[in-house]
Antibody, heavy 121, light 114 residues
Framework: EVQLVESGGGMVQPGGSLRLSCAASGFTFSSYSMNWVRQAPGKGLEWVSYITGRSTKIYYADSVKGRFTVSRDNAKNSLYLQMNSLRVEDTAVYYC??????????????WGQGTLVTVSS | DIVMTQSPDSLAVSLGERATINCKSSQSVLYSPNNKNYLAWYQQKPGQPPKLLIHWASTRESGVPDRFSGSGSGTDFTLTITGLQAEDVAVYYCQQYYDTPSTTFGQGTRLEIK
């Protein structure tokens, strides 16, 4: 069974940093591109970042470019999101999602359960 | 970025009836060389992550009941649920992946039982 399990969320002050992790299992992790998608409380979905299986292509939403860094460790079947200079508007549930495209985000399947990041003073 | 606009924002439908959710893109998401519409639909039940229902505008995912169907082309798309069941209560989102990497979602449509 394909599983994606996020961790690392929590509460942080504006300007702070946080590193999210996503542990993948049930599929050949290195063969798939991965994304982070977020959802602010009670709001809709926003794509955040994309990384190909061998990390050859990486993309970010304009709202996080220069502050967030996506990476992966295929030996550990893990995806990461380093979030720096956090803002109140970054408060959201962050989902790890799999992607079959090697040329930018396509459709997302499956989704992890998500991890909540709260940025507040 | 391509703006995705769903209508209505919410709707209430009786059990067994048909629910229709619309999604309009600010520009065409039809790629002429392969004649594919770069559009997906998701279902998000309360307290759960989204679940992919349909991609390429009308290709249903394995395991998704056939009462869910997607249609449309270019800029106008529809998700239809025929024979609504109580378990279909959710928020539904459309997503365009034509303008990659700047993929965008609709604002969501909340479906309730009347």
């Amino acid at each position: 069974e394909v599983q994606l399990v996020e961790s690392g969320g929590g509460m942080v002050q504006p300007g702070g940093s946080l590193r999210l992790s996503c542990a993948a299992s049930g599929f050949t992790f290195s063969s798939y591109s991965m994304n982070w998608v977020r959802q602010a409380p009670g709001k809709g979905l926003e794509w955040v970042s994309y990384i190909t299986g061998r990390s050859t292509k990486i993309y970010y939403a304009d709202s996080v470019k220069g502050r967030f860094t996506v990476s992966r460790d295929n030996a550990k079947n893990s995806l990461y999101l380093q979030m720096n200079s956090l803002r109140v508007e970054d408060t959201a549930v962050y989902y790890c999602v799999r992607d079959e495209s090697g040329d930018g985000p396509n459709w997302f399947d499956p989704w992890g359960q998500g991890t909540l990041v709260t940025v507040s003073s | 970025d391509i703006v995705m606009t769903q209508s209505p924002d919410s709707l209430a439908v009786s059990l067994g009836e048909r629910a229709t959710i619309n999604c309009k893109s600010s520009q065409s998401v039809l790629y002429s060389p392969n004649n594919k519409n770069y559009l997906a639909w998701y279902q998000q039940k309360p307290g759960q992550p989204p679940k992919l229902l349909i991609h390429w505008a009308s290709t249903r995912e394995s395991g998704v009941p056939d009462r869910f169907s997607g249609s449309g082309s270019g800029t106008d798309f529809t998700l239809t649920i025929t024979g609504l069941q109580a378990e279909d209560v959710a928020v539904y989102y459309c997503q365009q992946y034509y303008d990659t990497p700047s993929t965008t979602f609709g604002q969501g449509t909340r479906l309730e039982i009347k």
